[in-house]
């Protein structure tokens, strides 16, 4: 009996054009000053590329969630030294669905869904649109749990 030996897999990220991103729209249409998402950049960590914004204008932070460690390092390397993103790194997420995220910029503040959403550079009609949905949500022991960190 043989046993091919298997090739370890490369964790790796690609930087790929931020329209190219499949959540480019969503933020384009969410965000208060969208010319921040000219330096975004689209990263494809596994399959599919999602966006990274940038710091700048109102958006002091940002953050991009990944699916385990080696996959987050080589996110903040692919972002380490791009306009926007400052100090890009890996900590623990808060979100039941999401296990780490790679942050940037400030600290993000833990008050409330407005503080945070001001803080993501969100429009304050994104904002509110989106208190207004989960005013609508009943609350389960899931929907108790901290939310991505902007939910929005």
């Not at 030996?5 to 990220?13: G, K």
């Not at 975004?40 to 002091?60: H, N, Y």
Request: aromatic residues 10%; hydrophobic residues 40%; proline residues 10%.
């Amino acid at each position: 009996m043989t046993t091919a030996a298997r090739t370890p897999t490369l964790l790796t990220a690609t930087a790929l054009p931020a329209a190219e991103a499949y959540d480019y729209d969503y933020y384009r249409a969410r965000l208060a000053h969208p010319c921040v998402l000219e330096q975004s950049v689209a990263v494809r960590a596994l399959r599919m590329p999602f966006l990274a914004v940038p710091a700048g204008g109102p958006r002091r932070g940002g953050y991009f969630p990944v699916h385990n460690m080696l996959i987050g390092l080589a996110v903040c390397d692919l972002l380490e030294g791009r306009p926007g993103f400052i100090q890009p790194r890996l900590r623990w997420s808060l979100d039941r669905d999401v296990c780490l995220l790679v942050e940037w910029g400030d600290a993000p503040p833990a008050e409330d869904d407005v503080a945070r959403g001001r803080f993501y550079g969100y429009s304050d009609t994104a904002i509110s649109k989106f208190l207004r949905s989960t005013a609508r949500r009943p609350t389960t022991p899931s929907s108790t749990s901290p939310r991505s960190p902007a939910g929005l």
